[in-house]
């Protein structure tokens, strides 16, 4: 099948067109600059919320813990925090996952349910176990995928320690992003199991892995070509570190601008050498102006990058003990020697103690990283 540049295998296709979306997103919030506005099924425009629904964007269902069904009519404003994703990206990470009838399925990010009805419909709902960390979401869930006649175990737990009651998996998906994977998802994967994990970058990206459960218990295989900025899994305590003023330090110029980061294949290659800690922000000034700020709360080094009128690089100001534009420059002429790798030509290899990704370019040297 193919619906809107997706290719479809036809078990997947099946599985999704005997899979209504519409009973597991009844409110969603649409986006407005800062705020999210909830949009239900109100009566005068079915045809418009379906036509929502049923195209291929992800759907927001939960802003700063508050559900779009709990919003009423107020808009609300903060972090996005679940999400029905993107039906071609869950496409993408299915076909990876490879779920045939009878096989023991983990999904860590209940969300809507939706995910984990087209789980049911592959592998068998006796065999699927859906964890998410908030009770608001997976009662929902359950009642919603049970008015479907499917009944796979929904829990509501931290996500981050697998559910080790419900193992051996032979599968594992995560939908919500991981910076290291965690030792319960190895530990709970049957030798020979397959998991696809979105591994969360210091950019706007991330990348999604999938990963075939070695004998050793370490995991191998490679990065998937799409592109996923999923929200991170969140356990424990969530430090929040505030954006520093990129006041004092030096001024200097650069070759290339924040906007290099736009281009999601130099991203995913930039994200390699940044400390998984780092964030980017971006914004424009009143003129126009694309500016971005880098930082990392390890050691509070901060660069601002200002775009320079007519494609003359940037200006950028560094503080703190190291220049990080200076590393996102190394890597784009490393890069650029390389001959721009695709992400999808990267391998990686993970355990417990953390991921390895490399790539072997055509003269056979093999560059690695360990983000
Ligand atoms: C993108 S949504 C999942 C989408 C879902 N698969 C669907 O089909 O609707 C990410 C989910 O991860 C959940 N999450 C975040 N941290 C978690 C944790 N530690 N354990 C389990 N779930 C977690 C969030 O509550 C959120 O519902």
């Known amino acids: 099948m193919d619906q809107g ?22 409110v969603f919030y649409r986006r407005e600059g800062e ?16 036509a929502q629904v049923y195209s291929d964007d992800s759907l ?32 993408d990470m299915l076909d990876a996952l490879d779920v045939r009838k009878g096989a023991r399925v983990l999904e860590v990010g209940t969300g809507t349910g939706y995910n984990a009805a087209l789980l049911c419909h ?34 509501c737990e931290d996500g981050s320690k697998g559910v080790p009651s419900r193992a051996p998996f032979d599968r594992i998906i995560g ?4 910076r290291r994977i965690p030792s319960s998802w190895f530990d709970q994967l049957a030798p020979g199991g397959i998991m696809v994990v979105p591994i969360k970058g210091a950019l706007a990206g991330g990348m999604l892995a999938r990963l075939k459960k070695r004998e050793d218990g370490t995991a191998a295989g490679h990065i998937l070509h799409t592109p996923a900025a999923f929200m991170p899994l969140l356990s424990g305590n969530q430090e929040q ?24 294949t130099f991203s995913f290659f930039a994200e390699l050498h940044l400390d998984p800690g780092t964030v980017r922000t971006y914004h424009r000034d009143a003129d126009g ?83």
């Open 35 to 50: 705020h999210f506005s909830p949009r239900g099924n109100t009566g005068t425009d079915t045809a418009g919320w379906l």
């Open 175 to 178: 939908t919500c992003s991981v």
């Open 5 to 26: 540049g997706v290719v479809l295998s036809s078990h997947l296709a099946e599985a999704f067109l005997n899979t209504p979306r519409h009973p597991f997103v009844p």
């Open 60 to 91: 927001i269902t939960e802003v700063a813990g508050v559900h779009a069904e709990d919003a009423g009519a107020r808009s609300v404003t903060g972090a996005p925090t679940s999400s029905s994703t993107a039906p071609s990206l869950m496409a």
């Open 122 to 155: 592959l592998a068998g709902a006796e065999n699927v176990t859906t964890v998410d960390r908030s009770e608001r979401l997976t009662h929902a869930a359950r009642d919603r995928l049970a008015t479907l006649g499917v009944r796979p175990a929904v829990r």
């Open 289 to 371: 102006t694309h500016v971005t700020t880098m930082f990392t709360p390890l050691d509070g080094s901060c660069a601002r990058v200002t775009e320079q009128p007519e494609g003359a690089g940037a200006r950028v100001r560094v503080s703190g003990p190291r220049d990080l534009w200076a590393l996102v420059e190394r890597a784009h002429e490393h890069w650029l020697s390389l001959n721009r790798p695709r992400r999808e030509w990267f391998t990686i290899t993970a355990s417990p103690e953390g991921q390895t990704v490399a790539y072997t370019d055509p003269s056979g040297e093999v560059n690695r990283w360990s983000p």
């Open 241 to 264: 570190h505030q954006e520093p003023e990129a006041t004092g330090g030096t001024t200097r110029d650069s070759r290339i601008s924040g906007k290099v980061l736009d281009d999601w």
